[in-house]
């Protein structure tokens, strides 16, 4: 590790060295802060499922343009399910 990297990590080394040590917190940590990570949670969770929900749908329709044309049955196979509409 260079020396820069070195002073920036010494402080926060530190500073979680004095954290581990600490004996009392005397904090307090209310409902609505387990409801709030819950909350965060989910959102997070909702936020990543619709982001996996595009790219899917972007790579599913890329995938599909680019071996639209490598199928030559495609033209009977949109006829017989335009047949079987009707």
Known sequence: MN???TKRLAPIAVACGA???WDD?????????GSLLIQWLFGMAVAGFAVLNIYWHRAKGFLSRKFANDRPDQDADRAAYEAERD
């Not at 917190?25 to 802060?33: N, R």
């Open 19 to 21: 954290m581990i040590m």
């Open 25 to 33: 917190a005397f904090a307090y940590i209310d409902a609505g802060t």
């Open 3 to 5: 020396q820069m990297n």
